[in-house]
C-alpha cells in the first residue's frame, strides 16, 4: 500500500507521498509520483501530475491512461485544457480507466487502484481529481485529496483535528509532509517521506503551466518544521494536563492578541 496526499495551493497543487511498497514480508522503495509533460521543440510543456495507491502492476497501467489522455488533448487543441475542458480531460480518464478495468476484469484479476491528478489549466486554475476504482470523484471543493492506507488511518482525522478548511492560507507543502510523516510514525506501511522527488508542486508561474520538486534545502527545511509541529502538538497535550485546558487557552490567547498588535 502507499499514502498519496494532494492540497490546492495559490495556483497550483502540492503533492507528496511515501515510498514504501509492501509485498509480503518485503519493502522497497518506489517513486508513487509521475509527472506529466511533453517536448515540444521549444522546451518542457508540463501537463499534470498524478499519484496513485493501489495493485503496482495496476497503478501503472493506470498512469500511461492518464498520461495519454493529457498528451493526447494537448497535442489535438496545441494548449492546456481551458475552463470545461478540463473537466472533460477528467472524464476521458475515467473512460480509459473503465475499460482497462473491465479488461482485466474479463481475465479474472479484480483491479486495485485509487488515483490522484493534478493539473492547471490554461486559464491558471488548479484541479485535483480523485478516481477510485476508474469512478471519478470530482469532488475538489474541499481543496484537498488523499488515496491509499494512510487515507483510512488518520489522514482525514488529522486534518479535523487541525480545523482545515479549504479556506485555509496555510502552507500546504508542510501539511503534506507533516501527515505523512506523522502517519508514518504510527503505521508500518507508510513510510517516512524520504526525499524531495517523493513531492510535486504544480503551478501556474509567468503565465504558464510549470511543475518540480521541492529544492534540497526546501525539503530539509519542511522536514525539520513538521518534526517541530509534531513536538508542539505533543507539548501542548501535556500542558493542558499539567496547567488545565483553561490556562493553556488564555496562554494562547495572550500569544495571540500579541502577535496581531504586532502586525497592526
Known sequence: MTFVVAFRYG????????SR????????E??????????????????????????GAVVKQSFRDVEAAFKEFYYAAGRHPRG??????AED???????RYRELRSLGYEPEASLIVAAVDGDGNPYIFRYSGGILDDRTEDGYAMVGIGRDTGGVLLLSLLGYGPEATWDMG??????????????????????????????WQDGKVV?????????????????????????????????????????????????EEAKS
Request: proline share 4%; with cysteine.
Open 21 to 28: 511498497a509492501v509485498s509480503g514480508a518485503s519493502a522497497e
Open 30 to 55: 518506489v517513486r508513487k509520483l509521475k509527472p506529466i509533460y511533453i517536448s515540444d521543440g521549444e522546451g518542457e510543456v508540463d501537463l499534470a501530475v498524478v499519484g496513485g495507491a493501489g495493485d
Open 93 to 99: 480518464i475515467q473512460r480509459r480507466l473503465l475499460a
Open 174 to 203: 508542510l501539511l503534506a509532509l507533516f501527515l505523512i510523516d506523522a502517519i508514518a510514525a504510527v503505521n508500518p506501511y507508510v513510510s517516512p517521506l524520504a526525499a524531495e522527488v517523493d513531492s510535486l508542486y504544480i503551478r
Open 84 to 89: 470545461g475542458e478540463m473537466h472533460k480531460v
Open 11 to 18: 495556483r497550483g497543487v502540492v503533492l507528496a507521498s511515501d
Open 211 to 259: 511543475m518540480g520538486p521541492l529544492e534540497p534545502e526546501a525539503f530539509q527545511e519542511y522536514k525539520q518544521r513538521a518534526k517541530k509541529r509534531i513536538q508542539l502538538i505533543r507539548a501542548l497535550w501535556q500542558l493542558a494536563e499539567t496547567c488545565g485546558e483553561e490556562a493553556v487557552e488564555k496562554a494562547l490567547e495572550a500569544l495571540k492578541s500579541a502577535v
